[in-house]
């Protein structure tokens, strides 16, 4: 049955998953590019000029992509999610208006500079405008996981005749969940970009094209790499603790555990059945659910059947959608280990299975963060503010008929621009490569070992 | 605190403005295309691309606001419109992204240049679908809440539709009358003569045509007074026209832009004071619209406090591309 709840739902998903693959590209790209803008101040070495020039190339056409595909979000919040905005209004319409005065005017503004201001002002006051575009990006992604935290963990409102009223709106700010999302998101967004980094260079390596530019930044995102997955996988385990204690449906939804339990096996495979309330042809490891989620053998894990079938989320997706997020963090750790391997044995760019390796995982962190989008979000149904407010609720009086259409209309818009456009120029902008130095004015960066980009 | 909904509707209002001068230039920068040949359309494409994506962010902060401020308004107002404001924010989406392709990829110009004029044309359409649906008002009887003609487009709407896209025009060739020179300064000389008798012309149409429209603006127009103050809004922008006209004639740069964003204002003006104090139109005024007052203060405070430090780096980075645009801005 497709009513215009599940419509409304299918339309936001898409349209959000689309859109955070450009802020997340952006986030992790500006970074990178500041890094790099301040070692070509310190160093004055063309290279890391050359490598800020072409990131932001790619950087300019994301973020624009970001900018036009979150208009569409906002407005959807008042066409499809309309008693959602009348209820909530009070308590995101704040934080919405601060992400937009604080992050977005400064992104704006000094976006422009940043991007055509090379040479109209000076090294310094441009190093000055990418700082702050990062600093517009970081507050922007902080302002809306706030948003979103809120709806995960609620705190600081009540609702008063059908909408909420806010009661402090530092506890709505700093919900219990806020923090750890916001640097989980954060470090997605940096290993999205890290892994897109170290394919394209891989894929300059493995033709020998550009080769001291694709050293320097293969090596750079690597390292970042090596650096950032275990503590990623931290902050997930961390995020975990945080969930079963503020939302257990989800983690028994997680865990397709339908049963309360002490020492709850870990299931790698199954085929959750949500009628039937059980699993079919599941694989376990006992014990392991438990030890993962409360730190402890027989720590006990709450099941489904704790609530009733109309407050549980849909548990194939949740289940599943977790893994695949869980595996690619594996496989990303595995990645940076043979890393670290390679280059203390000194073979990191000719190791010629690992660059192929590399250039097939441009979109693993990508995958992995819609993963774990589609994870927290299916896993808060049927709420669409933890325990307070239903999903069910939130929607727009609007005929289904309406919502086909726009569903239609942004199917086949965004169809066109990222299935067709975005990849067009990205793989036109990688053919031409970085311009603006030549392999003779090479110098190698400190931290790196000076032999491995010396020879070809 | 009876001023506090006030000033939110004021800040409201007043992003929508600055948005709508801001993209008007820009959407009618992109309605001119056709009239330019191929280089003076990169030229005036430059002329846009520095504060492209600020232009733009306005319109964010005036939905914001509206989200934050005026809760039951936003719910209210958007599922009524669902799918004008849908065409209009996927002609938006298309229109940034063939902006964006324009640029890198060269090859292709003469492909993205009427996808671009194409996708401008109709964001223009759809609001001023919009506008005129404000001013007509809407059928509260049905669910969702539907045009009182059950029609959306309307010979009014479609009228006021074609007047936007001439007042956008003329915003955008008088703006590029003050960041060029040359040839295309002299084009644009010449053209926005035509487009500013177009917009006299319809701002006088559309004025006498509302009240008949709309009984409760009929009301508010003509009964007591009201009419004699309100007569300053049609001298205002008598007089905005005849400067603009002097400065077109005797070639004054920056006038002719200043002369435009005067008619808008004026226009809009009307257009405020025929809605007052209602925020969906006829229906629910500001104060009955307002979020808790705690809400309000919280927004109150950061927009007091960053609204001024935007404007004056919004202000800097216009000085930075201050001054003729001559080069066409590449990466």
């Known amino acids: 049955m497709m009513t215009t709840e599940l419509l409304s739902r299918i339309q936001f998903g898409t349209t959000i998953a689309f859109h955070i693959l450009f802020p997340a590209f952006s986030i992790g790209l500006i970074t990178f590019i500041g890094i790099m803008e301040g070692i070509w101040l310190k160093t004055k070495n063309p290279l890391y000029r050359s490598i800020c020039k072409f990131w932001t190339k790619i950087f300019a056409l994301t973020f624009g992509m970001g900018v036009v595909s979150g208009i569409v979000m906002e407005f959807e919040l008042g066409t499809n999610w309309s008693g959602y905005t009348n209820a909530v209004g009070p308590v995101l319409g704040p934080l919405f208006t601060y992400e937009v005065l604080t992050a977005f005017f400064i992104e704006a503004g000094f976006l422009g500079i940043m991007i055509f201001g090379w040479e109209r002002v000076s090294a310094k006051l441009h190093y000055f405008s990418t700082l702050l575009v990062i600093l517009g990006v970081t507050l922007s992604a902080f302002w809306i996981n706030s948003a979103n935290s809120w709806m995960q963990t609620p705190s600081g409102a009540h609702l008063e005749a059908g909408k909420f009223v806010v009661d402090s709106f530092t506890a709505v700010i700093f919900n219990p969940s806020v923090l750890l999302r916001f640097t989980h998101m954060m470090l997605a967004a940096y290993l999205c970009t890290a892994f897109t980094i170290v394919a394209i260079s891989a894929h300059y390596l493995i033709r020998k094209q550009h080769e001291t530019f694709a050293k320097t930044c293969f090596a750079f995102a690597l390292m970042s790499i090596t650096v950032l997955i275990p503590l990623q996988i931290y902050l997930g385990d961390e995020s975990g603790l945080l969930v079963l204690e503020h939302q257990p449906v989800k983690i028994a939804a997680i865990e397709a555990n339908w049963d309360t339990q002490k020492g709850a096996p870990l299931i790698l495979f199954a085929l959750p059945n949500q009628q039937q309330e059980t699993n079919r042809w599941q694989i376990s490891i006992p014990k392991l659910a438990s030890l993962i989620n409360t730190h402890s053998f027989d720590g006990e894990l709450p099941g489904l059947k704790s609530v009733p079938p109309s407050d549980r989320p849909n548990v194939a997706v949740v289940f599943w959608s977790f893994r695949i997020m869980v595996g690619l963090g594996f496989l990303m750790l595995f990645v940076a280990i043979i890393h670290l391997v390679l280059r203390l044995r000194g073979r990191l760019f000719d190791s010629q299975w690992y660059l192929k390796l590399c250039r097939q995982l441009a979109p693993i962190g990508f995958i992995a963060m819609i993963s774990g989008w589609l994870t927290t979000e299916v896993g808060r149904q049927p709420w669409i503010v933890h325990g307070l407010m239903r999903t069910a609720d939130a929607v727009s009086p609007i005929p289904v008929l309406h919502v086909i259409i726009s569903l239609i209309l942004i199917l086949i818009v965004y169809g066109i621009i990222f299935g067709i456009f975005y990849f067009l120029y990205l793989f036109k902008t990688i053919r031409t490569g970085p311009t603006g130095y030549s392999d003779d004015q090479l110098q190698p960066f400190a931290y790196m070992d000076t032999h491995q980009l010396g020879e070809k | ?331």
């Open chain 2, 1 to 331: 605190m009876e001023l506090l909904p006030l000033g939110w509707a004021v800040i409201i209002a007043l992003s929508i403005v600055i948005y709508v001068i801001l993209d008007g230039f820009t959407l009618g920068t992109a309605m001119l295309l056709p009239l330019l040949d191929a280089d003076e359309r990169d030229l005036s494409m430059s002329v846009i691309l520095p504060t492209w994506d600020g232009n733009q962010t306005w319109l964010v902060l005036g939905g914001a606001c509206l989200y934050g401020a005026f809760p039951s308004a936003f719910s209210i107002l958007l599922p009524m419109l669902y799918l004008p404001i849908f065409v209009m924010v996927i002609a938006l989406l298309f229109r940034g992204v063939v902006f964006e392709f324009r640029l890198k990829d060269r090859e292709h110009v003469k492909y993205w240049d009427p996808i671009f004029t194409l996708s401008s044309i109709l964001v223009t359409f759809v609001q001023g679908t919009v506008l005129a649906n404000f001013v007509s008002g809407f059928d509260y009887t049905t669910t969702p809440y539907l045009s009182s003609t059950g029609n959306i487009f309307t010979p009014f709407s479609v009228f006021v539709s074609f007047s936007l896209m001439f007042g956008y025009c003329l915003l955008g060739a008088t703006r590029l009358i003050y960041k060029t020179e040359g040839a295309l300064q002299e084009k644009m000389f010449r053209i926005s003569r035509y487009f500013g008798l177009i917009i006299i012309a319809s701002i006088a149409i559309v004025s006498l045509w509302t009240p008949f429209i709309n009984p409760a603006i009929y009301t508010r127009w003509f009964s007591n007074t009201n009419w004699l103050l309100l007569m300053i809004l049609p001298y205002l922008s008598g007089l905005a026209f005849l400067v603009f006209w002097y400065a077109i004639r005797h070639r004054e740069e920056r006038l002719p832009f200043l002369c435009s964003v005067s008619l808008f204002a004026c226009a809009y003006i009307g257009f405020l004071i025929c809605l007052y104090p209602y925020i969906v139109p006829f229906k629910i005024t500001i104060w009955e619209a307002a979020a808790p007052t705690a809400s309000l203060y919280f927004m109150m405070f950061g927009t007091v406090i960053m609204l001024p430090i935007l404007m004056i780096y919004t202000a800097y980075s216009y000085s930075v591309f201050k001054g003729k645009v001559k080069n066409v801005f590449t990466y």
